[in-house]
């Protein structure tokens, strides 16, 4: 959801190299059915959710098995052309943008099953399997895939952008999710990191490496994730707050106290106008956490007293109950749509989100200075955040046609990036740099720890074809 | 505490590169009295609690500041002269051994706590400081460092080994504990990885890379790690079976359902035999589980019940309790003195210890077949294990006058290596590749996957200086 203030500073990034007629030729040999130049297919694959712009990739292959992906990698570097992966299309950064030109690969059709071992509590999937799908296909084991970052995105793009969401607080991001992978390298070779066993020391972490490299150092064809017992007994409840700082400040004492919180998340009055504009319901328009408890019916329950308890002493109100499934689906998408409940509440506007991440303790400080920002600004804006983790976004809701708001909405996210690290936080917690936020990225990692990132970069893909112009300039 | 047939295969490894006397000469004149090349010294940091065997370095700086690591290492880049950092001097597979010569790096001094962030569950130490120092420094904050690798390693090295220990089955690994590093490079630069935030999708995982490098790709000189709040109730208790498989039978059924246990440890009564006689206990000489749960006095109380259930289902006796800190301390301190106990039960013997770890649903399949062999193997051994992870060691004590038993043990280890990766798990849990499992790495990982270490090595480390000849051979 992230936009620059113009796509000026992408100018240098985007430096299309020709596609040879030759390799388009080969490709369509190989691949038939499974290849398409079609203006409309391949406008389709060169964007994402964010709203950053480039020219098309020049052709798309619809992978279907890893011997797939591994022939249209050989032929790329045989013609020195970048390849892109595609999962869901659901990145936010500008991550699928052919910035540099090539050729699309799209994985959607890869995305079967391969293995439950429901009593290792892990599966290998294929990339191309979203979350939902995923999550229908072992519905019958009683385990659940947690990672839930709102939209429906394929497992190997949310490994690839260390994706992570609501329930990250207490079962971790992609980062501590992927046990292992399949991938292809930039020659077209396969390697496997990483094993099925939970803990190992052996040699260097290449999935971490590869977890969150966003298609710069290999394409994912098999990835094993990390399942979980799905709780015995879950409840959620929503609390309002006379201020963002009250419920921020039981959120920091609840994470303080290791309260083993499922989900926690912030809406500030904004979002719940929009919300329940949106939505049709009628919610209190005042802060509110969302929470989730997940364990043992007495473990629950005693988890839920002692955050009411310090609910309580911030003047939180009406700590509600939603224990049927129901009412927990219908909370839930609620928080799911406030970004679409946003974008509808000021027709025609872009929204503009951040993603920041800050210790707990800062969180206070970072949001309401953020807040007092945005509100000076006049701009229209709401806020929502896995607070939990300390995660949280902004979503500024500008008038395209309107200069001066795009200005002021990136000034703000300049603004809120350059407190965060200030404040020993991120540029991003969950979406990832992509093409927007190469220099935030320098700003927060320092340029040794960014010219470490080229030279692993370079010794892995020395022709620079695995989706290249993303994270840094090289 | 692994050690090969013969030290022959070491040999292509053991090929010193001259330390020229000009750049010994700088090291004394820059450090003074924190240099020394007595041979005493270099001996002690020549040697870990491994039984391979090279060379001592030709000297050993004793580092006290950043600074200090950074002139250190600039000067062995200027001479193209290995680097080896020295903790706490416990690593087991031969991490220390200066096979290729060079200096040793001892960050003993560097000992202190820089910054604790009691809010944020985070602290900042110096690499030189041990768990138990650190454990100690931050007793009055209510928190504690949870991973326990048996000895009292530094934290710097433990990072860089991705040690784990008891604890892992709750608290995770180093892998999951390290937020952020300080790291001095190959060129003697200073770069920062990761941030205090939870969670980042800030560019590639430098901090993950890091971790598990043994020295290979940088030295860390600042370490950010994890804090949990200490369990408001802990309790312990010991349970014997009349089997080994029955005991590995109520651990996998425990994970399975999800029972958050604290720590599970499984000694065999061959260890139990050896621990009664060396503490003077008088535990039943069966195989028995060690388990400890961490939690609400209501929430420990219902996990052992879960426990206690399932044991009894698999004939499990006498489900002890520890449930003073002095009971729990006395249990606590044989479980680790089990190497000890076993290595007097054979005077003059020497122990090799194996590592491996498997999916958990494999575990009995992989301990039971290797009990088996090396009950058929007439050699004396032990049994210990992490089994909520999958991970076991045993230690087969052998007489180092008779090459025969030494044969024996190694093959029984490369047998149990090969049976874990087929069940697919990793040669190594917790101690890392060092000089002995290089070759187990390359039939875990696989060619292609060493090759991709290697050039992530050659890129960071060109002149191939730090702790060169670990891991894999160039």
Request: hydrophobic share 40%.
């Amino acid at each position: 959801m992230n936009a620059p203030a113009t796509t000026a500073h992408l100018q240098p990034l985007t430096t299309p190299r020709p596609v040879p007629q030759a390799m388009l030729d080969a490709l369509a040999a190989r691949f038939g059915a499974q290849y398409s130049a079609a203006q409309a297919v391949c406008e389709q694959h060169g964007r994402d959710e964010g709203s950053l712009q480039a020219p098309p990739p020049a052709a798309v292959v619809f992978a279907e098995s890893t011997q797939d992906v591994q022939d249209a990698v050989r032929l790329a570097a045989q013609y020195g052309v970048p390849v892109i992966p595609y999962g869901a299309g659901s990145s936010l950064e500008g991550h699928l943008l052919a910035v540099q030109g090539g050729i699309s690969i799209d994985m959607g059709r890869m995305n079967r099953v391969l293995s439950v071992d429901a009593d290792d509590l892990t599966v290998t999937v294929q990339p191309g399997i979203t979350r939902k799908q995923l999550n229908e296909a072992i519905k019958d084991t009683g385990l659940f895939f947690p990672i839930d970052p709102g939209a429906d995105a394929s497992i190997g793009g949310m490994a690839a952008t260390r994706a992570s969401g609501t329930n990250a607080v207490r079962y971790g991001t992609m980062r501590e999710n992927v046990l292992a992978l399949e991938v292809v390298t930039a020659r077209g070779e396969v390697i496997r990191t990483g094993t099925r066993a939970k803990k190992s020391s052996a040699g260097y972490d290449l999935t971490r490496l590869m977890v969150g490299s966003e298609g710069t150092l290999g394409l994912f064809t098999e990835v094993t994730v990390r399942l979980y017992p799905l709780p015995e007994a879950v409840s959620a409840a929503i609390c309002s707050f006379p201020t963002i700082e009250a419920a921020v400040r039981t959120v920091i004492q609840t994470i303080q106290l290791g309260v083993p919180i499922a989900r926690v998340e912030l809406i500030d009055a904004n979002s719940v106008r929009m919300v329940n504009a949106h939505s049709k319901l009628r919610l209190r328009e005042e802060p509110l956490l969302l929470m989730e408890f997940h364990g043992s019916p007495a473990g629950v329950q005693e988890q839920a007293e002692v955050v009411q308890d310090i609910a309580r002493e911030w003047d939180g109100n009406a700590f509600e109950w939603a224990t049927t499934p129901e009412e927990r689906t219908r909370l839930w998408t609620a928080r799911h749509n406030a970004y679409f409940a946003a974008v509808q509440s000021r027709p025609g506007c872009k929204a503009i989100s951040t993603d920041t991440c800050v210790p707990i303790s800062r969180l206070a400080d970072c949001l309401l200075d953020s807040v007092a920002e945005a509100d000076a600004s006049g701009i229209p804006y709401f806020l929502v955040g896995h607070v939990g983790d300390g995660n949280f976004h902004f979503g500024y809701l500008l008038d395209p046609a309107v200069p001066a708001e795009r200005e002021t909405a990136e000034r703000l996210n300049h603004q809120l990036v350059a407190r965060a690290l200030r404040l020993g936080g991120t540029c991003t917690g969950e979406h990832g740099v992509g093409v927007h936020k190469m220099g935030f990225l320098v700003d927060e990692a320092g340029e040794g720890a960014v010219e470490m990132m080229r030279a692993i970069k370079r010794a892995l893909d020395p022709q620079n074809i695995l989706n290249p112009g993303k994270i840094f300039a090289l």
